[in-house]
């Protein structure tokens, strides 16, 4: 079974950067290699909302609040997504989750808090 897992969260101050990343087990490079990957982020009382995708081709997708500051990127040689995030704001403290997704199958991470202090 699929499994993603995060890692490289933390506190960090506004203005700070952190990078996320997300293996994926249990596959092949070459499955993994077609999974649609994203990443999305749920603060304390509110709904899981999308960051950030990024197709098997590597075409990318943000949520406007992040474009600019967040980029995405892939290494299918390590089953990996990473989500490089700049710039940060109070408002970005969440817990970020991995998705990956195709053909109708998706798996979720367990998530990876990012605090980040005004």
């Known amino acids: 079974q699929v499994q993603p897992v995060e890692s490289g969260g933390g506190l960090v101050q506004a203005g700070g950067s952190l990078r996320l990343s997300c293996a994926v087990s249990r596959v092949s490079r070459s499955i993994f290699s077609v999974f649609a990957m994203g990443w999305y982020r749920q603060a304390p009382g509110n709904q899981r909302e999308f960051v950030a995708q990024i197709t098997s081709g590597s075409s990318t997708n943000f949520a406007d609040f992040v474009k600019g500051r967040f980029t995405i990127s892939r290494d299918n040689a390590k089953n990996t997504v990473y989500l490089q995030m700049n710039s940060l704001k109070p408002e970005d403290t969440a817990v970020y989750y991995c998705?990956?997704?195709?053909?109708?199958?998706?798996?979720w991470g367990q998530g990876t808090q990012v605090t980040v202090s005004s």
């Open positions: 998705k990956a997704e195709y053909a109708g199958v998706t798996a």
